[in-house]
């Protein structure tokens, strides 16, 4: 079974470009989440889908952040424009529906932006 | 704001010691832990997890230990290998949600 995959794995782009990520969930996984580490910090919690819904997005820095989950499948992360400080890791995860358990929840290898 | 933070920003070891990575947590309703390793290259993998009825709760070469009274959370791995080189985090999840919060991480490192 495939596990949580992301595209791309590493995108080095130009601050005011736009970069979108995407995330395939495992088949079958309502919840999906999109969480960002920078560099040295914590992994931080951006916003959390059931299906195709928002259920959580107090994570989101900012509006030039947009995630989307059409059909309540893939997800993607559009940062536009890119700044310097959007640098770092993008995980995305997924589990089944019902409250988390750690080994319920997967996560892909994750997205390395990198904005100059 | 409430949040889950670690003592040791990075560990080293000799291989064969054991390890202890720390972690403090400051939300009094969280009532569910997790620890994760992630590997260069890759996302967080999950390795052990605790419910706060229990204090202590064992896995392979890994016993996490909880102490509600002082709000600290520690994972000890026996006899450390190579392998276990990695940045580990501690996360939380409070009453029924569905949103693991995760601290800064602690860098294991493991010399031959």
């Known amino acids: 079974e495939a596990g949580v995959t992301q595209f791309p794995s590493h995108s080095v782009i130009e601050k005011g470009q736009t970069v979108t990520l995407r995330c395939d969930p495992i088949s079958g996984h309502d919840n999906l989440y999109w969480y960002r580490r920078v560099m040295g910090k914590e992994i931080k919690f951006l916003l959390h889908?059931?299906?195709?819904?928002?259920?959580?997005e107090s994570g989101m820095p900012n509006n030039r952040f947009l995630a989307e989950r059409t059909g309540g499948t893939y997800s993607t992360l559009k940062v536009q424009p890119a700044e310097l400080e959007d640098s770092g890791v993008y995980f995305c995860?997924?589990?089944?529906?019902?409250?988390?358990?750690?080994?319920?929840?997967?996560f892909g290898e994750g997205s390395w932006l990198t904005v100059v | 704001g409430e949040n889950v933070g670690l003592h040791l920003p990075t560990l080293s070891v000799q291989e064969g010691d054991n390890s202890i990575i720390n972690c403090a947590y400051s939300n009094s309703a969280s009532d569910y832990f997790i620890w994760y390793k992630q590997e260069s290259g890759k996302g967080p993998q999950f390795i052990i997890d605790i419910r706060s009825n229990m204090d202590k709760r064992q896995g392979q070469r890994v016993t996490v230990l909880l102490n509600k009274t002082v709000k600290h959370l520690s994972l000890q791995i026996a006899a450390t290998q190579p392998g276990d080189s990695a940045v580990y985090f501690c996360a939380e999840i409070s009453g029924g949600s569905y949103i693991p919060t995760f601290g800064r991480g602690t860098s294991l490192i493991v010399h031959p």
């Open positions: 889908f059931v299906k195709e819904s928002k259920q959580d």
């Open positions: 995860a997924s589990s089944p529906l019902g409250p988390s358990s750690g080994n319920t929840i997967y």
